[in-house]
């Protein structure tokens, strides 16, 4: 299995609620929802907030706390959802070529609803009961790969540590930032077919 973002996390909970279905599991730029998430802060601290508007990728998830309310989200965004989407993708692409306009319409579209939004949103007004189930696991056994973009790699590093899993490997992937397989898809396949590989898995 592998999951991007919300993907990786929702990967990591069937790992440790139904091990027998899943047998690898990569995980692409997203660690496991724990309580150091509900430290993480929503904007950037005076001392480097030049610098995160400047760069803007990762570290300040305003969106979080935006997402985990009520009907305000989909009545806001409902048919300018195309804005999240330029926004996201500007603050979080190293390369902005790397998603082109027709995909960035296709996403927009398929959000702009006022019931996509609210589904979307779903995942983040869950977090904390995630959180709380993460506490009941014991570590994950099936062997774990992470891909992590240049800026998320040392709080990925740190996170996806033995509390989280028996077998987890940690890969910094150059040139990339959150969308990863967009930017670095040769990168990405190489890492999956060695880590699927019919004799990686028949030893797992």
Known sequence: MVGHDIGASLGYHL?????????RLVTVDLGVPDPSWQAIPMLPSSDDQEAALEHGRGGYPWWFALNQLRELPERLLADRFRLIIDWLYGHML????SVEEEARRIYAHAYDSPDAIRAGNGWYQTMRRDIADLATYAPVTVPILTLAGEESYPALR???S???????R?????GSGHYIAEEQPEQVLRELAVFFAPSAVAGS
């Open 15 to 23: 790992a440790a609620n139904f091990p027998e279905s899943v047998r």
């Open 94 to 97: 190293v390369d902005q070529s």
């Open 158 to 160: 740190e996170q996806m």
């Open 162 to 168: 033995s509390d989280k899993g028996t077998d987890i």
């Open 170 to 174: 940690v890969v910094k992937v150059e």
